[in-house]
């Protein structure tokens, strides 16, 4: 999938259209990091679990990994919220910017 591509001169600013779109893409990457992290976490885990770690190391450790699995949740709230505004946005969008890109990244969130 192509990315919305932000089109600047010097003196111009990006659009609202650029704007929500760009918020979108970052919480969607922010998402699938945390994810990734979270995978990393767990796995660093049961190595800890595995090689006998000190007991108070690992609840802290596992503090870290509940941590990380709160924000997805959040994320995900946030992600629908965004995607709202910009399908609205793009539902009343008059200019002659292309919106495809935008509309693949509603797809890709569920919307």
Known sequence: M???QLKLTPDMSPTPLEIKTKAVQRLLKEEQLYLKEISEQEEQLQQ???SDTDEYEIKKYEKVLDESKRMVPELKKKIQEH???LKSYIEDYKGDE???DSKALLQKCGI
């Open 48 to 50: 800890m679990r595995a």
């Open 98 to 100: 292309d919106t495809s």
């Open 83 to 85: 995607a709202k505004g």
């Open 2 to 4: 192509r990315t919305a």
